[in-house]
């Protein structure tokens, strides 16, 4: 099957630092892909759908001066948390359809692990 | 809009004992539905889908069908096994997915 996948697994960082995340389609091409969050014990959140070759679209009430996305290729999306706090800690997922269109099938990567000090 | 509502967990059974963790959902028109499960320190796995009404989704032993009627797609499996732990996660897709808050499924021996 396709195969999506995250850099780094995990990070710690300082507070008002910035963190870069990568995610890769390492098989097939995305023209979108889409970023959620994940907090202990609850279900995924979509926070914004990272389209190639335009602006990412952001959901309600996550604010996109402070997760920057930028999809750089077709199979590149990153998502950097810039300024980072404490209440960004949190497991981020990126997923993306594998035809490389809005279908209905997602493949998602293992996550990566903020920690903010 | 759309939602996804599951049953909380934890749910803690006997190896071999059946499951079955209740979905149902809310949306516009007809959407896909889906069971992803994540085992501990990994990623979502897409476990089974179903794509319209009737139509029974299964894998690994599990199976869930899609019911318009009752709006749901109850996740069941006859005999689970230890390394059936993990959390299940039921969604919908109009688009974006919408998931469930998960269910935490604990098996002993």
């Known amino acids: 099957g396709a195969v999506v996948s995250q850099h780094p697994s995990w990070v710690i960082c300082k507070s008002g630092t910035s963190v870069k995340i990568e995610c890769r389609s390492l098989?097939?091409?995305?023209?979108?892909m889409f970023w959620y969050r994940q907090f202990p014990k609850q279900s995924l959140m979509l926070m914004a759908t990272?389209?190639?070759?335009?602006?990412?679209?952001?959901e309600q009430g996550v604010e996109k001066d402070k997760f920057l996305i930028n999809h750089a290729s077709l199979t590149l999306s990153t998502l950097t948390v810039t300024s980072a706090h404490p209440e960004d800690s949190s497991f981020y997922i990126c997923?993306?359809?594998?035809?490389?269109?809005?279908?209905?099938?997602?493949?998602f990567g293992p996550g990566t692990r903020l920690t903010v000090l | 809009g759309n939602s996804v509502t599951q049953m909380e967990g934890p749910v803690t059974l006997s190896e071999e004992a059946f499951l079955t963790i209740n979905c149902t959902y809310t949306?516009?028109?007809?959407?896909?539905l889906f069971w992803y499960v994540q085992y501990p320190g990994e990623g979502l796995q897409l476990l089974l889908k179903?794509?319209?009404?009737?139509d029974k989704g299964s894998n690994k032993g599990f199976e869930a069908t899609y019911r318009k009627e009752t709006t749901s797609f109850h996740l069941e499996k006859g005999s689970v096994q230890v390394s059936d732990s993990a959390v299940y996660f039921c969604?919908?897709?109009?688009?974006?997915?919408?998931f469930g808050t998960g269910t935490q499924l604990k098996v002993e021996l």
């Open positions: 997923s993306a359809p594998s035809s490389g269109g809005f279908t209905d099938t997602q493949y």
């Open positions: 098989d097939f091409q995305a023209t979108t």
């Open positions: 990272s389209n190639e070759g335009s602006k990412a679209t952001y």
């Open positions: 949306a516009t028109g007809y959407p896909s």
């Open positions: 179903a794509t319209k009404a009737d």
């Open positions: 969604a919908l897709s109009r688009g974006k997915l919408t």
